[in-house]
């Protein structure tokens, strides 16, 4: 009896091979789940599983209310880190793990390298980011500027590069969508993530790398768990 693993690989390459070798071209719609059911003759969870590998392949994209649409094979490797549309928490979690694999070790570098022109520009984002919330002006612009000034504390180039290559997905609320941003984010919230960028600061600061590693990580961590209560 054949597996539903290996159903889910065979109806994988079957559509790979639609996509790499035709009749599907780049712009084109796949057909709807009850089409590909019928035309591979298995479940709708075997689709699904089945255009997610693509998906995560780069050679589909799903569009909100539109379907689900072919990309260019040969644009795949180039095209980094997903667009994520509004909602989409579970990848925003995923950037998150990621993030936090990255910026434990820059806060940690970044106590014992930082200059203190660059512990001076740590200081200064965030305390734009505090004034930002006095006056109620967006915050996430200058969320991303505070990790940043973190990531180039590390006199490491390539930590900085990494956030500026996420741009507006690296914050998980740019992520949300507008019933999900009313209900999560609130003034209690930005307090909670000012705080948290404030312990970062005071310990890169002070040059402790193990205190910076945890306050870095203790706020990411803590965002997981907040964004996670969204899903």
Known sequence: MTSSKSLTQQTTDALRAKIADGPMKPGDRLPTEKELEAEFGVSRTVIRE????LKADGLVEPRRGAGVFVLDPSQSRQRGF???????????LDLLELRMAVE???????????TLAQDARIREAMADFGRALETGAKTS?????????????????????????????????????QDQRKRLINDDYLQRVHQEHQAI????????????????????????ARYSSSL
Do not use: C
């Open 50 to 53: 089945a255009v997610a590998v």
């Open 82 to 92: 997903p667009t994520f549309l509004p909602g989409q928490v579970y990848q925003a």
């Open 104 to 114: 434990v070790e820059a806060a940690g570098l970044a106590a014992t390298r930082r």
């Open 141 to 177: 612009e200058l969320d991303i500027a505070f990790h940043t000034a973190i990531a180039q504390g590390t006199n490491n180039p390539l930590f900085a590069v990494f956030l500026e290559s996420l741009g507006g997905r690296a914050i998980p609320r740019n992520s949300l969508s």
């Open 201 to 224: 600061a005071d310990a890169v600061g002070a040059g402790d790398a193990e205190q910076a590693r945890a306050a870095m990580r203790a706020h990411l961590s803590g965002s997981i």
